[in-house]
């Protein structure tokens, strides 16, 4: 990996259920890295944004560890959007999206660690299978918002 380079700076979760990140993404970089910290956790989501719009499409897929008082693997493909849990009331996250600005398929790996029965992770890689150049991203609650939080993204490798 190139160094890393800031493309957005801090941005405040407090009291989202939603954030919507346009422009973030373009060809001067091949891939992204999204630091989340937040606290309220839960089921958060994520969809690739193109043109004002969301894609909505069912070709999204994932596989996910999640490791708390016991391990579990989960399996979802056609889905609507790209899901991971941001657990526990503390948590802290890195969502890679490699490739987004190009037309081809996009893929995603988030990793994070939390304060659920006193230490938890989340492993959690999928793909979208879609060719196209995205410009943005939406990242979503389905329930209560962030009581707190930011997300940071960053470029690299060209």
Same mark, same amino acid.
């Given at each position: 990996?190139?160094?890393?380079?800031?493309?957005?700076?801090? %941005?405040?979760?407090?009291? /989202? =259920?939603?954030?919507?990140?346009?422009?973030?993404?373009?060809?001067?970089?091949?891939?992204?890295?999204?630091?989340?910290?937040?606290?309220?956790?839960?089921?958060?989501?994520?969809?690739?944004? +193109?043109?004002?719009?969301?894609?909505? /499409?069912?070709?999204?897929?994932? =596989?996910? +560890?999640?490791?708390?008082?016991?391990?579990?693997?989960? %399996?979802?493909?056609?889905?609507?959007?790209?899901?991971?849990?941001?657990?526990?009331?503390?948590?802290?996250?890195?969502?890679?999206?490699?490739?987004? !600005?190009?037309? /081809?398929?996009?893929?995603?790996?988030?990793?994070? @660690?939390?304060?659920?029965?006193?230490?938890?992770?989340?492993?959690? !890689?999928?793909?979208?299978?879609?060719?196209?150049?995205?410009?943005?991203?939406?990242?979503?609650?389905?329930?209560?918002?962030?009581? @707190?939080?930011?997300?940071?993204?960053?470029?690299?490798? /060209?």
């Amino acid at each position: 990996m190139n160094g890393l380079e800031l493309v957005v700076g801090k %941005r405040d979760l407090s009291g /989202k =259920q939603s954030v919507t990140i346009d422009n973030c993404f373009s060809t001067q970089y091949d891939n992204y890295l999204i630091v989340m910290h937040a606290f309220s956790g839960g089921t958060s989501r994520t969809r690739l944004w +193109l043109r004002d719009t969301d894609d909505v /499409k069912n070709s999204y897929a994932k =596989q996910e +560890l999640v490791a708390n008082n016991s391990l579990v693997g989960t %399996r979802a493909t056609s889905q609507s959007n790209f899901s991971f849990e941001f657990g526990g009331t503390q948590a802290g996250g890195h969502l890679y999206v490699y490739g987004p !600005a190009l037309p /081809k398929p996009t893929a995603f790996r988030y990793l994070s @660690s939390n304060n659920r029965n006193g230490a938890g992770f989340n492993d959690t !890689a999928g793909t979208h299978a879609t060719a196209s150049a995205y410009q943005g991203i939406t990242i979503y609650k389905d329930s209560e918002p962030w009581t @707190s939080g930011s997300l940071t993204i960053y470029g690299f490798t /060209k």
